[in-house]
């Protein structure tokens, strides 16, 4: 496929509203997502992080679509417009599965751009049967060994909160509380997307309790840790690892130890953002993964 050049005329169809999609996970569950861009743009599939949504990614998206690429936004199993797993099984087993199939249903290589579980899952996937199809990474703000303390702050921030919000005021305090380098938006409507309001009167996070059930061990930690080392030596494709200045889920050292597995890394920093880089400093971000997909997916026919 052959990304259109950055000047060149485009519908506004192929990028000003995404089109919604579904497919079928593993164990038949239904997950959501939209295309932006041509059908015949290079293509990156975007895999958010714990507890977000597809929504997270919609400027990438669109940046994408302006220059003649293909994006696939997705809807993580458990999140957003996706369905619950009724097993409850949000290992990286089924996470890689569910990528893998969309790759397999879809015929086409891509580039894999992934936010913290995002990352984490496209990592695992190259090394399953079927990651073949993943032509490059682009990890974000995650790395194999993760700061422990950065990493627990997120889980907490995410196993907070199980009783909901009275209204979207709290829970856009709760963010201003976990996320301090950002301003706080004056109006919490953007939460909408994230939330949903019950019965009760109260906003919950939409997703899955589940994927929180049950406390993560050190030896959890170590094993995940293990595992994706492991996956990171075998990796041939192009990866690119985005930073946050302000992360403290991934460290300098953090950065280096995931080079010695992977020499041929790229990588870029984002000043002024920290582990939700995506969105903290979003033309930048767009930017180096527009470049990253170019590079390595430009002249690929479609």
């Known amino acids: 496929m052959r990304a259109a050049a950055p000047d060149a005329a485009l ?6 509203e995404p089109r919604p999609v579904r497919f ?11 295309f932006w861009g041509p059908e015949d743009g290079a293509l990156a599939v975007f895999l958010h992080g714990g507890g977000q949504t597809r929504h997270s990614w919609k400027d990438s998206g669109a940046a994408l679509a302006k220059v003649g690429m293909r994006a696939l936004l997705l809807d993580a199993r458990g999140h ?13 087993e089924a996470m890689s599965a569910d990528l893998l199939g969309i790759l397999a249903e879809l015929g086409r290589s891509a580039v894999v751009v ?11 996937a190259t090394c399953r049967p079927g990651g073949e199809r993943i032509a490059g990474l682009v990890m974000v703000d995650v790395v194999p060994r993760p700061e ?3 990493v627990a702050r997120v889980l907490n921030f995410l196993s907070g909160h ?12 709760a963010v201003a509380e976990y996320l301090p380098h950002r301003t706080r938006p004056h109006n919490p409507d953007g939460l909408r997307r994230n939330l949903r309001l019950r019965e009760d009167g109260r906003w919950y996070w939409h997703w899955d309790p589940a994927m929180m059930a049950g406390d993560i061990t050190e030896e959890d930690f170590e094993n995940q840790t293990v595992a994706m080392e492991q996956a990171a030596r075998e990796l041939t494709v192009p990866v690119l690892l985005v930073r946050g200045r302000l992360s403290d889920v991934v460290s300098r050292q953090g950065v280096e130890d995931f080079r010695a597995l992977v ?5 870029v920093e984002i000043q002024g953002a920290a582990h939700t880089a995506a969105s903290d400093v ?15 997916l430009g002249d690929q026919p479609g």
Do not use: C
Request: no cysteine; proline share 3%; aromatic share 10%.
């Open 148 to 150: 422990e303390k950065g």
């Open 11 to 16: 519908d506004d169809a192929d990028f000003t």
């Open 24 to 34: 079928r996970g593993q164990g038949g569950i239904t997950l959501a997502g939209e």
């Open 282 to 296: 979003n033309d930048a971000f767009s930017d180096a993964v527009v470049d990253f997909v170019r590079a390595h």
């Open 114 to 124: 992934g936010a913290s579980m995002g990352g984490l899952t496209s990592l695992y």
């Open 263 to 267: 020499p041929h890394m790229e990588y």
């Open 162 to 173: 199980q009783d909901g919000f009275a209204s979207l005021e709290a829970a856009a305090d």
């Open 80 to 92: 957003g417009e996706s369905d619950w797993a009724p097993d409850g099984d949000y290992g990286r």
